[in-house]
C-alpha cells in the first residue's frame, strides 16, 4: 500500500458527471467548457506558427510578446502598469499557476483561508506544500463573505487567503468595498492573497470586475491569475497568466521552472497576435456570455427550478428543492443525468462540510442556442 500524499483525493466531479453524461448520451452542463470552438483566426493562427516553425521552447516566462499583450490589457482594463517581464509569467494553464503560487508561498504549518464552495484545485495544492486549509463558508443565499467569521479565522499562522471572482460555481461577484474591507482586515498582517480571476471578462447587466489589479494596496500581496481557456473559447489549450509584483513573481517562477519550465509555444504566438489585433473580444464578452445566461434563464422560467441570474460565470445555479426535496444534490444530479438527460454539477462537493439542506446543481451555460434550446426543454418537462 501506497501511503498516499493525497489520502482525500479521487476522481473530479468534472471528469464523474461528464463520463456520465458521455455514457448516458446526456446533453452535458455539468464540466465548464464551451460546445464551440474559439475565433477561427486564433485557431488559423496556431496552425500557421505550428506550420511557420515556432515549435521549440519559449522562454521560461513566457513569449515576451504574449506578456506585453497582458500588460496592455491589465493598464488599458486596470489601469495599473506592470513590467511586463518581471511582473507577468504565463503558465500551463490557470491551475499550474495556482499550483505554482502556493507551492512558492506555502509553508508546512501555514494556514491559508479559502471560501466555501470552493475551487477544487486549491486544497490539494496547499496539502502538498504542508499547508493546511481553513474553510469559511460563504453567506447564502447571496454566497458572500461574513467578515466576521473571516475576521475570526485569521491567526498568526494564516499565510494566505484565496479569493475567487467572479465565483465558481455561484456566478457571485466581490466589489471593490469587500477588496477595500480586506485590505483593512490584512493591512499589519504578513498574508498573500491569491486571486483566482480567470472568469474576469464574464460580468454581466453592467457590473463591474473589482480585480485585484486594480486595488494598490492588496496588489502589492498579490498573485492574480487568469485563463485564456475561458476568454477565448479554448479550455483545451491549458494557457493562463499570473501577474504579480516582482519579487513575488520572482518566487512563483522558481516553482514553475521546474513544474513545466515553460508553455506550448504556438499557442502563446496565437494568442498574442490575437489579442493586438482583436481588442474588440474582450469588450464583447460580457454581452456573448449575457445573452447565452438570459436566453438560459428565461427558457428555465416555464420550469420548476428556481433561481437568481448569475452576476458573473458561465454557470447558473438552480434550486430543484420543490422538484426532488429527497435527494441530495449528487443524487439530483445522477437523477436528472440519467432520468432526463441533462448532466450539471452538485455542488455539495465544493465543501468540506456542506449544508445539510442545500439543494443546489449548477449548469453551465457556455453552450451554442440549440443546446441551451434542448436542455432548457428536458428540465421543463420535469
Ligand atoms: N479556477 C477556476 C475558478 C476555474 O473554474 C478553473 C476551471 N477552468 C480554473 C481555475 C482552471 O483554469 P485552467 O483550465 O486554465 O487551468
Ligand atoms: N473549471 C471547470 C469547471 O468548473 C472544470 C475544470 C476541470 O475539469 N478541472 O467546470
Redesign the pocket.
Known amino acids: 500500500m501506497i501511503a498516499s500524499k493525497l489520502p482525500n483525493v479521487g476522481t ?1 466531479i ?2 464523474t458527471m461528464s463520463q456520465l453524461a458521455a455514457e448516458t448520451g446526456a446533453i452535458n452542463l ?4 464551451p460546445d464551440f470552438d474559439g475565433p477561427l483566426a486564433l485557431r488559423e493562427a496556431v496552425a500557421r506558427h505550428v506550420l511557420g516553425g515556432h515549435n521549440q521552447y519559449a522562454p521560461m516566462t513566457g513569449l515576451p510578446a504574449l506578456r506585453e499583450q497582458v500588460a496592455t490589457k491589465v493598464r488599458t482594463l486596470y489601469g495599473r502598469s506592470v513590467d511586463a517581464d518581471r511582473e507577468v509569467t504565463i503558465t500551463p494553464g490557470a ?1 499550474q499557476a495556482i499550483f505554482c503560487a502556493i507551492q512558492a508561498l506555502i509553508r508546512p504549518g501555514d494556514e491559508v483561508i479559502v471560501f466555501d464552495p470552493c ?3 486549491y486544497e490539494p495544492s496547499v496539502q502538498l506544500a504542508g499547508g493546511v486549509c481553513v474553510h469559511q463558508q460563504l453567506s447564502l443565499p447571496s454566497f458572500a463573505i461574513d467578515w466576521q467569521r473571516l475576521a475570526d479565522a485569521i491567526t498568526p499562522r494564516t499565510r494566505m487567503i484565496v479569493l475567487n471572482t467572479p465565483h ?2 455561484s456566478g457571485a461577484l466581490l466589489e471593490r468595498s469587500d477588496l477595500d474591507r480586506l485590505a483593512e482586515l490584512i493591512r499589519e498582517r504578513d498574508i498573500y492573497l491569491l486571486s483566482d480571476e480567470v472568469y474576469e471578462h464574464l460580468v454581466f447587466d453592467g457590473r463591474e470586475h473589482a480585480s485585484v489589479l486594480r486595488h494598490d494596496e492588496l496588489y502589492q500581496r498579490a498573485v492574480v491569475i487568469s485563463s485564456f481557456g475561458k476568454t477565448y473559447h479554448v ?1 483545451g489549450w491549458k494557457t493562463g497568466y499570473v501577474v504579480a509584483p516582482p519579487a513575488l513573481s520572482a518566487e512563483l517562477r522558481k516553482v514553475h521552472q521546474y513544474v513545466s519550465f515553460t508553455g506550448v509555444t504556438p499557442l502563446q504566438w496565437a494568442l498574442a497576435e490575437f489579442m493586438a489585433a482583436h481588442p474588440e473580444h474582450l469588450s464583447e464578452l460580457p454581452g456573448f456570455y449575457q445573452a447565452k445566461r438570459d436566453l438560459f434563464c428565461d427558457l428555465l422560467a416555464g420550469s420548476r427550478f428556481s433561481f437568481t441570474r448569475a452576476a458573473g460565470t458561465y ?1 447558473q445555479l438552480v434550486d430543484y428543492s420543490t422538484i426532488r426535496p429527497d435527494l441530495n444534490d449528487v443524487a439530483m444530479a445522477e437523477w436528472l443525468t440519467r432520468e432526463h438527460g441533462v448532466a450539471s ?1 452538485p455542488i455539495s462537493v465544493f465543501y468540506q462540510q456542506a449544508p445539510q439542506d442545500l439543494r443546489l446543481i449548477r449548469f ?1 451555460f457556455a453552450k451554442r442556442e440549440e443546446t441551451l434550446r434542448q436542455a432548457a426543454e428536458r428540465l421543463c418537462a420535469i
Not at 30 to 33: L, P
Open positions: 473530479t468534472f471528469t455539468s464540466q465548464g467548457f491551475t475551487y477544487d484545485s465558481n460555481p479550455t454557470f454539477i453551465c
